[in-house]
C-alpha cells in the first residue's frame, strides 16, 4: 500500500489528466443516459401496446440486454461494426451503454406509465382525444415525474458502467489510472486515486438526485 503522502503527491500531479478523464466520463455517460432514455421510451411503449408482437419485442429486447454482460455489448458494437464501417470509440461505448441502459430504463417507463390511473386515460379519451394524444398529454408527463428519481439512479450505475469503455481505449477515468499505473509501476496508487474521483463523482450524483426528489416530494403536496 502507498503511504498517504505518496498517495497525496501522485493525486496532485496527476490532477490534470484526471480531470481531463473526469469529463470525458460525464460526456459519456450523459450522452448514453439521454440515448437510453429515447430507446426506454420507445420500448416501454411497444410493451404496453394492445399489439402482443409489439410486446414480445420489447420482451426480447429486455431479456437479450440483462442476459449478457456489458462488456460482450461494448465488444460485439465496436468490433462487429468496425468490420462495416468505422466508429469512434466515443460513439461505440455512448451506444454500447445507451443500448444497455436502456433496457433498464424501458422497464422504469413501463411501470411509471401503468402506475397513472386508468380513470385518466379514459378522462382523455371522453373529451375527444385520441389514445395517442392523450398518451401524450395526459399519462407521459405523470410517468416521467414519477420516473425522475429512479433514472437518477440509473445515471449513476450508468457513470460507473462507463469505466468499461477503457477496453475499447477510451480515455475515460478508468483507463487513464491503470495506463499511468502501469507506465510508473505504481498501479496500486492510482486505482485508489481513481476510486477516490468515482466516489466522488457518485457522492455528488446521490446528493443531488436526493434533492430532487426531496423536491417533487413537495410539489406533489
Partial sequence: MPSFSHFLNTLTSSKGLFIE???LTLKLTVVSILIGILIGLFFALLKI???????????????????TPLIVQ????YFGFSGIFLIPDFWAAAL???FHNGAYIAEIFRGTIQS????QMEAGRSLGMTRGLAMRRIILPQAFK??????????IIGLKDSSLAAFISMNELFNVATTLGSNNFDEMTYLLIVAVYYLVLVALLTLAVRLFEQRLAVSDR
Avoid at 74 to 77: C, E, N, S, V, Y
Avoid at 116 to 119: Q, R, V, Y
Fill in 116 to 119: 397513472i390511473d386508468k380513470g
Fill in 21 to 23: 478523464a473526469t469529463l
Fill in 96 to 98: 454500447a451503454l445507451a
Fill in 146 to 155: 414519477r420516473a425522475l428519481p429512479p433514472l437518477g439512479n440509473q445515471f
Fill in 49 to 67: 401496446s394492445k399489439i402482443k408482437m409489439l410486446g414480445y419485442i420489447s420482451d426480447v429486447y429486455v431479456f437479450l440486454v440483462r442476459g
Fill in 74 to 77: 461494448i465488444f460485439i458494437l
